[in-house]
């Protein structure tokens, strides 16, 4: 059974933080490229920062300067540290392990940003 669990959501006002967590089973954790990905009501599914196997990153432009993705193979974790957080960042976020043509994709954790 491959499961995939996002946690850390919830609401936050504009210009704070959030820390998302997503944990692996089931899987070959280290062997994976791992992803976050959001999705706003209405909008289309968007990537929102990705780690390869060996560590390296890429953010989508929305999001440069203020998230940080990070893996942890020895507790099969990938988290996304979110700073500076804009209304436009309220979505849901979802957690996605890949491997060649292989992914999996976690349930979903919503963020919302308001005051």
């Known amino acids: 059974q491959v499961l995939l669990v996002e946690s850390g959501g919830g609401l936050v006002q504009p210009g704070g933080s959030l820390r998302l967590s997503c944990a692996a089973s089931?899987?070959?954790?280290?062997?994976?490229?791992m992803a976050w990905y959001r999705q706003a009501t209405g909008k289309q599914r968007e990537l929102v920062a990705a780690?390869?196997?060996?560590?390296?990153?890429n953010y989508g432009d929305s999001v440069k300067g203020r998230f940080t993705i990070s893996r942890d193979n020895a507790k099969n974790t990938v988290d996304l540290q979110m700073n500076s957080l804009k209304p436009e960042d309220t979505a849901v976020y979802y957690c996605?392990?890949?491997?060649?043509?292989?992914?999996?994709w976690g349930q979903g954790t919503q963020v919302t940003v308001s005051s």
């Open positions: 996605k392990a890949q491997l060649n043509l292989l992914a999996y």
């Open positions: 089931g899987i070959m954790f280290r062997l994976y490229a």
């Open positions: 780690i390869t196997s060996g560590g390296s990153t």
